[in-house]
């Protein structure tokens, strides 16, 4: 399936793959599809009839998505044209905003509906418990990053959202960086040996190691690692790892393993430059929104 110029042009700008998203946007309408035609609304709606509609918050939140549905609308036959985006992904929405306004063909709205609101709960969702981390660091410098627990198959998309919601991004797969974690440092023989190995089989990747004790922490120094994961760290070692790290130039840390947001912002004022959170991607529960005719 290929999406319009018009529709890939957004998502390029949002820094989604057109190639990709047509491709999940369409498992995603298959499965709707797959046991037969939408009986319901071929039942209900006239041939030949024509709404519109709007997509409207139930609840308040940040928003994210919105070059994801219009894809969905493009890929279930209504394109570009039938879209009117009245708000901006990134943005905070409260109860009753609309966010969205679709015409068309009264079956194909229907046909597209239940698609394009799965993909804008889900990444709203991620968006605005991203927000909510993004606001409790604000002012520390220190930034929340997501990991690579995501939904398979929606990694581009979840970490859409993030950004949408004001996180930054870790690698988006096991080749565009390399991080160093306990397992690695036991088929390796130690720390600076898997450093080391590292470096040798790919010494253009940027690199991390994760830490659980403070004597590995210098040890990852000595051994020239300018990225640190503190792995499951009380404030205590992080302020250590922190005092340790100031004395090589140029060494960033973030934080891993039980944060909490009530407690964020202690970790943050520690000194690390990340705080790194999977339940943005695999726990954030999704924003209500719906769609109605008018």
């Not at 037969?36 to 709404?51: H, K, Y």
């Not at 969205?100 to 229907?110: E, N, Q, S, W």
């Not at 407690?263 to 209500?288: F, K, M, N, W």
């Amino acid at each position: 399936m290929t999406l319009g110029a018009a529709t890939c042009e957004t998502l390029r700008h949002a820094g989604l793959d057109p190639e990709e998203t047509a491709r999940l946007v369409r498992c995603a309408l298959d499965e709707d599809f797959r046991y037969g035609p939408d009986v319901t609304s071929d039942a209900t709606a006239g041939p030949g009839a024509r709404a519109a509609g709007e997509v409207a918050a139930r609840q308040g939140g940040v928003l994210a998505g919105l070059p994801v549905a219009l894809a969905v609308l493009d890929a279930a036959g209504l394109g570009p044209a039938a879209a009117e985006v009245l708000r901006a992904d990134g943005d905070r929405i409260g109860p009753g905003d609309a966010v969205l306004r679709v015409a068309g063909p009264l079956g194909a709205l229907l046909g597209a509906e239940r698609t394009m609101l799965n993909f804008l709960t889900r990444l709203s969702g991620i968006a605005t418990a991203t927000r909510a981390w993004a606001d409790a660091l604000a002012g520390t410098g220190a930034v929340v990053r997501d990991t690579r627990k995501t939904t398979p198959g929606l990694r581009q998309l979840e970490k859409y959202a993030v950004r949408c919601g004001g996180g930054a991004n870790h690698r988006m797969g096991l080749g565009d960086a390399a991080l160093i974690k306990d397992n690695h440092v036991a088929a390796a023989g130690g720390v600076a040996a898997a450093i080391r190995a590292v470096r040798a089989a790919a010494p253009g990747v940027p690199l991390e190691v994760e830490c659980d004790t403070l004597p590995q922490v210098r040890e990852s120094l000595e051994a020239g690692a300018r990225f640190i994961l503190l792995d499951n760290m009380d404030l205590g070692q992080m302020r250590s790892a922190v005092a340790l790290a100031r004395r090589h130039p140029g060494v960033r840390l973030e934080a891993s393993g039980g944060l909490r947001l009530d407690t964020a912002r202690a970790v943050a004022e520690t000194g690390v430059d990340y705080l790194s959170v999977g339940a943005l991607t695999h726990s954030s529960p999704a924003l209500d929104l719906g769609f109605d005719l008018a």
